[in-house]
């Protein structure tokens, strides 16, 4: 009997990027600075979003769930890509390799539902500032990012399982850094053009749909703001949507470049790149879009620190 086999039997092997050794340290100390630097943006974010009486509105409500599906969807796969990259055991765990493909598929489809929903408290704000207070309450906020969170939770709850039951053969090797589906589904030694069909209804529900919405909010949000006099007020409107509309195109321009490509060893090589990209990456310049072009969120920060230091002082 195989003995590698055996010491992986309900284990699965994360290949990841062991075919690059070479570029296995230098990775290791870029993605450890750039997650350290994620969760510190991302918690400041949440702080600042808490804690200043000023940014207790909608936007900063819906700010402060990204930042936690930031700093959640990172941690869920990152720990390990580090773990394996300072190493030579590259195994995860039956668990471990479940919990973390429910993580991913999860918050991922989260975090696509929760873009739509800032989109469309940006519609509001600029297409019907005189009733935005109004519309969006508390009660209608608190709602939709209950539905984001249960629609994302439920995707998961349905793929995960049905990804984990497929026969593999004996197979344990990912040809990845986490437990992707994609990835899971390739090791399948049975025809699994049933299960991809049930991905594309699903990422059609999930993944396209909010994007149309956030692209149809975003013309109406144009064509409002084109109609605004005043120089000054127009470009204050560019930019109240500007960081959102940043954050949309880094997310789904990744995801949508990254699954046309074609199923090759090269563009393998790609996907886990841009896996990467939208896995550290991305919410590694949220912070930085949301607090570089907003001088709400700089102003909190500025009284922040004042306030501390006149603690320090005393």
């Known amino acids: 009997m195989d003995g590698t086999n055996d010491s992986t039997q309900g284990n699965f092997i994360l ?5 690059h050794p070479h570029l296995e340290r230098i990775l290791f100390v870029v993605i450890l600075i750039a997650y350290l630097l994620t969760l510190v943006g991302n918690t400041t974010i949440i702080l600042v979003s808490r804690l200043d009486p000023h940014l207790h509105t909608p936007m900063y409500f819906f700010l402060t769930h990204l930042s936690f599906l930031d700093l959640s969807f990172t941690t869920s796969s990152i720990p390990q890509l580090l773990y394996n990259l300072n190493g030579r055991d590259k195994t995860i765990s039956y668990t471990g390799c479940a919990i973390q493909l429910f993580l991913f598929l999860g918050l991922g489809g989260v975090e696509c539902l929760l873009l739509a929903v800032m989109a469309y408290d940006r519609f509001v704000a600029v297409c019907k500032p ?7 309450n508390p009660r ?3 709602g939709l990012v209950l539905v984001a969170w249960g629609c994302g939770v439920a995707n998961s709850l349905v793929m995960s399982p049905v990804t984990l039951q ?3 053969c004996g197979r344990h090797s990912v040809d990845h850094f986490l437990c992707e589906m994609p990835a899971l589904i390739r090791m399948a030694c049975v025809n699994t053009a049933a299960i991809e069909g049930t991905v594309f209804v699903l990422a059609v529900g999930i993944v396209l749909s909010p994007l149309v919405f956030i692209l149809v909010s975003y013309s109406y949000i144009v064509r409002a703001v084109l ?3 005043p120089v000054s007020g ?3 409107a560019f930019n109240t949507c500007g960081s959102h509309l940043t954050v949309v195109s880094l997310f789904y321009g990744n995801i949508i470049y990254m699954y046309m490509q074609p199923g090759n060893s090269s563009s393998q090589d790609q996907s886990k790149f841009l896996t990467l990209f939208y896995n550290i990456v991305t919410p590694l310049l949220n912070p930085l879009i949301y607090t570089l072009r907003n001088k709400e969120v700089k102003g909190a920060l500025r009284r922040m ?8 002082k005393d």
């Open 15 to 19: 290949l990841g990027f062991s075919d």
């Open 130 to 136: 005189l009733h935005y207070l109004v519309i969006m």
């Open 140 to 142: 209608l906020c608190m």
């Open 166 to 168: 497929l026969p593999r």
């Open 227 to 229: 109609q605004i006099q």
């Open 234 to 236: 127009r470009q204050r």
């Open 305 to 312: 620190l004042l306030d501390n230091r006149g603690v320090g």
